[in-house]
């Protein structure tokens, strides 16, 4: 069992490093690790923020647990070199199609949420994003107009690449309490109508799924009002991400929320993908112990899920993190003063 | 001073004929007043959702004052003669480029929010949303592709067209508290790499606004997280659409929430403008005297204000609202048993 190890910039290597502890006391059989430079470290290092060394690796795991890039020393360099795009080229390099991003509320953490927290509590959802299609990925540049310079993209999806997310939806549905929200722009864009299509005729092989469409405006309003009412959110690559953030946001604790992003490779073990915390590089706070290493954490608990076919120990890890985020172990994300590693601590301590 | 009344569908009608109730007690002199059909009413009667009548009716007039389009049993009609089509339409041959939709919470109705009421309550912001361009107005279509049917449309701004919207949000920051975020996904959209670029060129203009840049999904998460920290959002036409309902759910009481959608033309009292609540036709509740008439009243407002030069009336009409509002006459959208009437009654009592 291969996994490529990917800390990325800011908060990226501490997180990762309490993950990596915790992968270690699982004491897995015929496990190999390799590690490599991605983002703004890759770029200061190797010119590049996706050198193809680091590509390489990635492509030759069963996994991929990924940290964080984001590096504002980084932010005048052009698009092409910036951090960002390490996360974009190995979405599309590795075909990572399916972003899982699972929200719900951790009871007694209602208190983070700026939503009440009768709704807060309501929450339990996952928005399931494409990943390698959309205004994302089409070709786009700069032309001269009559009103001056003028920026483009194309944005678009086919049948194909909306079936493999639909099912993608509709299985995860069916694992969950059977509602499938698609969410789209069908009264004004194309893309959204051969999605929608697509999706309705996918729809029939999951009699067991309840099927509603609903326009991106409204589920950016529904989130807000009623967040509770959604089950799995299926979306396209720019609504997804925007409805995704909001969705965090909406939970509260984004020092807790994890993802996973699936190719269709199949390993000998289960689905080739890519493992990340939703919070992103936190330059402010990077190498200050101050980061909450549990999204890292629950994002290896994905990986030895999805990837590694071990349910038994993605369990184990989370119902120890759960039992952390009960105690009275918190980090300053969540109010409290534990440091990374004193949470990495907790974490290792509620495993055994 | 002619102003063409569209009243459209659902619950358009009700709310639009207490916003002429008050406009009918203010006496304004010279007022002509025409009316026209407009969305699936429309449809019925005349086979378009955007007569060619109503058309020019509007373009003939200084302002529109516009209910509500959308109708369940036009649904399954094709894309070009479904009721949006009409408000499209409308945008694109008035040249209404910019929507202002101002979103602030009432005193005494933050418990009508999801929020937190110390959130709710600190909310007081302007979205100011391109509406001539972007991936709405672009080319777009159906073609066959090697993963069967492919979508697409063209997205896209050029100088000119940000030029434009970007004044527009920098004059309503200087008269609110200075602050404009302009809102992009410049990480990964070429459209959005000339957006920030041209916004950043007409700050200069502006010494006294402080411009900050927010990507999209930062800025729908910061909208739930502390929505309290803008004052006017500069953004896109798609953008636009998401966020501003976001923002409306966020206040929690879309039954009064406004929006103005400006044109270039001036007239002769102030600038062309269509004036609609943001609410929507509601079907469900059409006709049975539930509809909160207040953002269409406070559309009335904001059509005096910009298109008529009657800031005066304007004013009278917004602080008679606030009374109502403060009041115990509430809504079946407010928790309160008043009808659509009542409310008008008591907006044309507060105001006299
Ligand atoms: C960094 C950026 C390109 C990326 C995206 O837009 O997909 C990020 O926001 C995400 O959601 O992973
Ligand atoms: C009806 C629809 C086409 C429209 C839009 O997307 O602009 C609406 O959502 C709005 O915001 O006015």
Redesign the interface.
């Given at each position: 069992m291969k996994i490529a190890i990917l800390p990325g910039d800011g908060i990226g290597p501490e997180v990762t490093a309490e993950a990596l502890r915790v992968l270690d006391a699982l004491s897995l059989p015929g496990l190999v690790l390799f590690e490599g430079d991605v983002g703004g470290i890759a770029y200061k290092r190797h010119g590049h923020p996706l050198p193809a060394e680091t590509l390489e690796m990635a492509r030759g795991a069963d996994a991929v647990l990924f940290g964080a890039v984001g590096d504002p020393e980084c932010d005048d360099l052009p698009?092409e070199h910036?951090p960002?795009q390490a996360i974009?080229g190995l979405r599309s390099e590795l075909g990572l199609f399916a972003n899982l991003r699972p929200a719900a509320g951790y009871p007694g953490l209602e208190d983070m949420s700026?939503?009440?927290p009768e709704?807060a509590r309501g929450i339990d959802l996952l928005v399931v994003r494409e990943l390698n299609g959309d205004?994302?990925f089409?070709d786009?540049?700069?032309r001269s107009?009559?009103?001056?310079?003028?920026?483009?993209?194309?944005?678009?999806?086919?049948?194909?690449?909306v079936r493999r997310i639909a099912h993608t939806g509709f299985r995860a549905a069916q694992k969950r309490r059977g509602r499938l929200t698609s969410v789209d722009?069908a009264?004004?864009?194309?893309?959204?109508?051969?999605?929608r299509e697509t999706v309705i005729e996918v729809a029939a092989e999951y009699p067991d799924v309840e099927l509603e469409h609903m326009y991106?405006?409204?589920a950016?309003?529904?989130?807000?009002?009623?967040p509770g009412q959604f089950d799995v959110i299926l979306t396209g690559n720019?609504?997804g991400?925007?409805?995704?953030?909001?969705a965090?946001?909406?939970v509260g604790s984004?020092g807790l929320l994890a993802s996973a992003s699936l190719g269709e490779r199949q390993t000998e073990f289960g689905t080739f993908g890519l493992y990340e915390p939703i919070h992103g590089s936190a330059p402010d706070i990077a190498g200050q112990g101050k980061a909450n290493p549990i999204a890292a954490i629950l994002s290896l608990a994905m990986l030895l899920r999805h990837s590694l076919g071990r349910e038994t120990e993605a369990g184990r890890i989370e119902r120890a993190v759960a039992k952390v985020v009960a105690s009275d172990v918190r980090g300053a994300d969540l109010g409290g003063s534990a440091t990374t590693s004193e949470i990495g601590d907790a974490v290792l301590r509620a495993l055994s």
């Amino acid at each position: 069992m291969k996994i490529a190890i990917l800390p990325g910039d800011g908060i990226g290597p501490e997180v990762t490093a309490e993950a990596l502890r915790v992968l270690d006391a699982l004491s897995l059989p015929g496990l190999v690790l390799f590690e490599g430079d991605v983002g703004g470290i890759a770029y200061k290092r190797h010119g590049h923020p996706l050198p193809a060394e680091t590509l390489e690796m990635a492509r030759g795991a069963d996994a991929v647990l990924f940290g964080a890039v984001g590096d504002p020393e980084c932010d005048d360099l052009p698009r092409e070199h910036r951090p960002e795009q390490a996360i974009l080229g190995l979405r599309s390099e590795l075909g990572l199609f399916a972003n899982l991003r699972p929200a719900a509320g951790y009871p007694g953490l209602e208190d983070m949420s700026s939503l009440r927290p009768e709704v807060a509590r309501g929450i339990d959802l996952l928005v399931v994003r494409e990943l390698n299609g959309d205004v994302y990925f089409g070709d786009k540049g700069e032309r001269s107009s009559d009103g001056g310079r003028e920026g483009w993209d194309a944005m678009s999806y086919n049948e194909a690449e909306v079936r493999r997310i639909a099912h993608t939806g509709f299985r995860a549905a069916q694992k969950r309490r059977g509602r499938l929200t698609s969410v789209d722009k069908a009264n004004v864009l194309e893309t959204s109508r051969i999605w929608r299509e697509t999706v309705i005729e996918v729809a029939a092989e999951y009699p067991d799924v309840e099927l509603e469409h609903m326009y991106v405006d409204n589920a950016a309003m529904q989130m807000v009002r009623s967040p509770g009412q959604f089950d799995v959110i299926l979306t396209g690559n720019l609504f997804g991400d925007i409805l995704s953030d909001q969705a965090s946001a909406c939970v509260g604790s984004i020092g807790l929320l994890a993802s996973a992003s699936l190719g269709e490779r199949q390993t000998e073990f289960g689905t080739f993908g890519l493992y990340e915390p939703i919070h992103g590089s936190a330059p402010d706070i990077a190498g200050q112990g101050k980061a909450n290493p549990i999204a890292a954490i629950l994002s290896l608990a994905m990986l030895l899920r999805h990837s590694l076919g071990r349910e038994t120990e993605a369990g184990r890890i989370e119902r120890a993190v759960a039992k952390v985020v009960a105690s009275d172990v918190r980090g300053a994300d969540l109010g409290g003063s534990a440091t990374t590693s004193e949470i990495g601590d907790a974490v290792l301590r509620a495993l055994s």
